[in-house]
């Protein structure tokens, strides 16, 4: 599927949404009420890092692993750019 395809369908989705709950930031409340949700969907032992700590720092392993992996990939396109020959 093309690029102009795939943001067209997406666009439609957000669409979808009513305007006055399309934004978190125009609407703290309707930000909290959403993570009160999320945060309950998650079982019990899961539900806090502040009650496992093992379970926070492997999230935030994770994320520096991410991060990481995304800096390297990053870097490596900046040199393939870099290394072609200007016409």
């Known amino acids: 599927m093309d690029r102009a395809k795939q943001r067209d369908i997406a666009s439609k989705g957000g669409q979808s949404v009513p305007a006055e709950k399309r934004s978190f930031a125009q609407d703290p409340a309707l930000a909290a009420?959403?993570?009160?949700?999320g945060g309950?969907?998650?079982?019990?032992?899961?539900?806090?890092?502040?009650?496992?700590?093992?379970l926070a720092a492997q999230a935030g392993r994770k994320g520096g692993q991410a991060t990481q992996g995304n800096r390297e990939q990053t870097a490596a396109s900046r040199r393939s750019v870099t290394d072609k020959p200007a016409e």
Request: proline content about 0%; hydrophobic content about 20%.
């Open 33 to 37: 009420e959403a993570g009160r949700k």
């Open 40 to 54: 309950q969907s998650v079982q019990a032992e899961s539900r806090s890092f502040s009650r496992n700590r093992e």
